[in-house]
């Protein structure tokens, strides 16, 4: 390779990458619903340390091809190892990525904290395939479930023990999560099969849901309009369909379409005596 083809070839890959970092930046986020802005920040923080670090390692090794080309009576050069220049760039890059590591465990830290005491509660079970959303009603208590009483066919999907009073006025849908705009929203995430991920993209919320555990978070949602919840863990056959919608409302709006929705139909008391039938 000539000296001129190796310099080329070293700043067209990085002319290349960073048009294309570019190009596929304008809209690799969707845009920011809530008040996780601090992801998006990590995020263009991480891309822009490891662009400058990939593009500086590049125009080096163009300089070097180039500096360094063979030549008539060139002799290589040998040397075995420099201690120095190796603990330099270890603890060089050891400072950097501590960096990152500390302020994502302090966003971790945040987004799975105790949510506000104001906060709307609302619980997701992902099931193959579909989210089932359920709020605990005016007791602020949510029934119990079994895992037992599941059945679809009957659309009891997550096995709620209709016979616990707390159960009486849970409102339960699916794929459709509401929420009032500006306050914050503290999500139970849980699972009546395999693993799935509850993933609001607009929100940067994205947990996975576990059979057998619940697991937390909370954010809040800043702008009203409707929005796509995802699936994000490959949960089976049907994990392309698996897609809801979350709507952010007004506070007034989101009271009154929880009392539209109602809670789950009745069911006589065990022990009641019987409805007269004729
Ligand atoms: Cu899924």
Sequence with gaps: MSKLQGLSFGLATVVLVVLATGYFMRDWLPP???DRGAIDEAMAATLVVTGL??????????FVAWRYEDHEGAKAAYWHDNTRLEIAWTAV????????????LKLWADMTSEAPRDAVVVEVTGQQFRW????????????????AKVDVDTENYIGLDKSDPDAKDDV????????????PAAVRIRSTDVIHSFFLPNFRVKQDA????????????????DYEIAC???????????????HVLSPDAFEAKL???????????????NQASE
């Design 232 to 246: 994000a863990e490959h949960c089976g056959l049907g994990h392309y369909k698996m897609k809801g919608q979350l």
């Design 172 to 183: 339960l849908m699916v794929n459709d999560v509401y929420l009032p705009v500006g306050k």
């Design 93 to 104: 890059t050891a400072v950097i990525m501590f960096a990152f590591l500390f302020n994502a």
């Design 259 to 273: 009392v539209e929705l109602g809670p789950a139909a009745p069911e006589a008391p065990a022990g009641s005596p």
């Design 53 to 62: 670090v990939f593009i500086a390692t590049n125009l080096l090794l163009a």
């Design 32 to 34: 920011l619903k809530s």
């Design 132 to 147: 089932v959303v359920r709020y605990p009603g005016k007791d602020g208590a949510f029934g119990k479930t079994d895992a």
């Design 210 to 225: 576990l059979p057998g555990m619940t697991t937390k978070t909370w954010f809040i949602p800043k702008v009203e309009g």
